[in-house]
């Protein structure tokens, strides 16, 4: 059996969005509460070098602390990316985005929302091996669509543990989300 213990430093970036500025979002209970929920179990449960949290972000708040955390990490380092809160999507052009604390008026989303392509940019920078990105809002099954074309490994070989050390060394980016589309 293939034991490997990584050399890297675990971070989490944990944004929860309950509260609105506008009327035209309705506040959310959940979010803040399930950021502090997890902060609680990873500081129980796990080894985070550092764990930074969004309490109902603006849009500025959010790509600052996505700055931070890509300014901490280095390729060895493993990293958590858990938001909460309202999502939306444009429907003329089928793009999915977060809704931040000061989102302003339903009809201008690209100027007032976070899209969700921005937030894979961001992800993109970040320099850590391994990145998940959990997303609990409506529509956030649009973030990231899957590559048809992708072919298996035909290297693949359950049976050698080198395969499972090529596969811990190279980079990956998972996604899960909980929201509809």
């Excluded at 675990?10 to 979002?25: E, T």
């Excluded at 380092?77 to 000061?102: C, E, N, R």
């Excluded at 990105?133 to 956030?140: G, P």
Aim: charged share 30%; hydrophobic share 35%.
């Amino acid at each position: 059996m293939f034991h490997d213990k990584p050399n890297g430093k675990y971070y989490a970036l944990l944004i929860g969005n309950s509260k609105y500025d506008s009327k035209k979002w309705v506040n959310l209970t959940s979010p803040v509460n399930d950021i502090e929920s997890i902060k609680g179990t990873l500081d129980k449960s796990y080894k985070f070098e550092k764990i930074i949290m969004v309490k109902n972000g603006t849009k500025n708040q959010i790509f600052e602390a996505f700055n931070n955390l890509s300014k901490l990490t280095t390729t060895n380092d493993y990293v958590l990316i858990y938001y909460a809160g309202h999502g939306s999507k444009d429907l003329a052009i089928q793009k999915a985005y977060w809704i931040p604390k000061d989102a302003k008026k339903i009809d201008e989303p690209g100027r007032y929302w976070l899209s969700t392509s921005i937030v894979t940019e961001h992800v993109g920078r970040i320099k850590a091996r391994h990145v998940l990105l959990m997303v609990d809002s409506c529509y956030s099954g649009i973030t990231i669509k899957g590559d048809d074309n992708i072919k298996a490994d035909v290297e693949r070989d359950l049976e050698n543990p080198l395969y499972f050390k090529k596969m811990l060394n190279r980079k990956a980016r998972l996604f899960i989300s909980s929201g509809g589309d």
